[in-house]
């Protein structure tokens, strides 16, 4: 069965100071790792997918790394619009196209 | 273009009555996910549908749900009948298959049953 834990449950950060997420995952193979972000009230927005162990890719002051084992949400500089939930999920190779999830790191950015 | 539609947006309802969710695809999409948001669990996937097709509903929690696909661009989630324990967000989910696998959410159902 695949899994994802996310670490920490929270996090709160100053304006500017800079920290990653942590997202463990197993899976039957993978076809993707998805970095999503939620805003209270809202349903998640799409922000990266990584394929495979090595890649990264960035957005503003986002960057998403990938392991075999693990991905990494680094946030540098951040601002307090940067505050909200952030989840990871899952696709396998070997099911259909759902998405397994974490339960989030919900980050605060303190101006 | 416009994203997933879904209806209504908040819903409160007494034990025992029918609930009944919607949900408008992305046009072009063809595949479809009801997922459930609660604090304890997560998002956890409810069923899923391909070309209107239900491909796995193994999440679905009991036979009080059902959902259907009457047409390409529209969904519906049933509870009958409801239960407090029922209370969650409601989200539909649609993907276009070879748009590299990003899932697109809609707004989300908030369904309290008393």
């Known amino acids: 069965e695949d899994q994802v834990t996310q670490s920490p449950e929270a996090l709160r950060l100053q304006e500017g100071e800079s920290s990653s997420l942590n997202c463990s995952y197993t899976?039957?193979?993978?076809?993707?790792l998805f970095w999503y972000r939620q805003d209270p009230g809202k349903g998640p927005e799409f922000l990266f997918t990584l394929y495979s162990a090595g890649e990264e890719k960035e957005k503003e002051r986002l960057k998403a790394t990938l392991t075999k084992k693990e991905s990494f949400l680094h946030i540098t500089a951040p601002k307090p619009e940067d505050s909200a939930t952030y989840l990871c999920?899952?696709?396998?190779?070997?099911?259909?196209?759902?998405?397994?999830f974490g339960t989030g790191t919900r980050l605060t950015i303190i101006p | 273009d416009a994203g997933v539609i879904q209806s209504p947006r908040h819903e409160v309802t007494e034990m025992g009555q029918e609930v009944t969710l919607r949900c408008k695809l992305i046009s072009g999409h063809n595949s479809l996910f009801w997922y459930r948001q609660t604090m304890m669990r997560g998002l956890e996937l409810l069923i899923y549908f391909n070309n209107n097709v239900p491909i796995d509903d193994s999440g679905m929690p009991e036979d009080r749900f059902s959902a259907k696909m009457p047409n390409a661009s529209f969904s519906t989630l049933k509870i009958q009948p409801s239960e407090p324990r029922d209370s969650a967000v409601y989200f539909c989910a649609s993907k276009k298959t070879g748009d590299g696998n990003t899932i697109y959410f809609g707004e989300g159902s908030w369904l309290t049953v008393v």
């Open positions: 899976v039957s193979g993978l076809r993707g």
């Open positions: 999920a899952v696709q396998s190779n070997f099911g259909n196209e759902k998405l397994t």
